[in-house]
């Protein structure tokens, strides 16, 4: 009976902090949030919440540091970048070994990796691996596809900063067949998502961006078209359309979107 009530004691006590961590980071505290979440996690080792909560708060401490580094933030943050990092990864796994069926676990472990891709050597595979762990566990879930493809688009981004750098050659031309080879994933990666949810309009307007990319300005503006039939209130949405729509020479069009 004492081991019973001191069970549920820890539990209560656990549930507790966590939602005293949700709270705190509703409000921007990551601080406290991850503080809490610590004791939650040391009550109760074995709850996944807890450890996916961990992992939430260390992703968003990733970003935060990631934009003050672009901001031009005086000091290094690499040390700070990469506890943090190291606390998400950790916390994610641990998430995955008590609950491998979860896709969330999964989910948020490809987020972080997905956030250092630029970074960290080997993140996009690792990203992609985690994504796909979640897409298998949840095979009905559009956004999953919808993660995977921005990994693979992120990467040809990537791949085309080094297609600029480089002379033409050898090199350039296998830089620009690797861009050409994540693009075509990221595709097909949208083309599930728009399969599963045919009113996807995130997905519809990733497509049109690698359109823009090939440019393949018919195919940009087609798929803008469908994502603004979609979202009709996203400002963002008619203003690409209308740059397009200039791009194309149909300035009646354009000045409509504008």
Do not use: C, M
């Amino acid at each position: 009976g004492i081991v019973a009530i001191y069970g549920l004691g820890t539990q209560y006590i656990g549930e507790i902090y966590f939602r005293r961590a949700a709270n705190v980071l509703a409000v921007g505290n990551t601080n406290s949030a991850r503080i809490f979440l610590n004791r939650a996690a040391a009550l109760n080792p074995t709850d996944k919440d807890y450890y996916q909560g961990q992992a939430q708060v260390a992703l968003i401490e990733v970003q935060q540091l990631i934009a003050q580094a672009s901001g031009g933030s005086a000091g290094d943050l690499s040390l700070q970048f990469r506890e943090a990092f190291s606390r998400g990864v950790a916390a994610a796994q641990r998430g995955g070994e008590l609950a491998p069926a979860d896709p969330q676990n999964w989910f948020l472990l490809g987020q972080l990796y997905e956030t250092v891709l630029p970074f960290v050597a080997g993140a996009r595979q690792a990203a992609i691996e985690n994504y796909q762990r979640a897409y298998d566990a949840d095979p009905i879930n559009p956004a999953l596809a919808f993660a995977k493809s921005r990994a693979y688009l992120t990467e040809a981004d990537l791949l085309t900063l080094q297609v600029n750098q480089t002379a033409s050659g050898e090199t350039r031309s296998r830089l620009e067949q690797e861009r050409n080879d994540a693009w075509a994933k990221a595709k097909e990666e949208l083309q599930r998502s728009i399969e599963l949810k045919s009113d996807y309009a995130q997905a519809h307007f990733l497509l049109a961006q690698i359109a823009i990319r090939e440019n393949n300005l018919e195919e940009a503006i087609r798929q803008t078209e469908a994502t603004a039939r979609l979202a009709p209130a996203d400002i963002g949405v008619a203003f690409q359309l209308g740059v397009l729509y200039y791009r194309a020479d149909r300035l009646d069009a354009a000045k409509g979107e504008f």
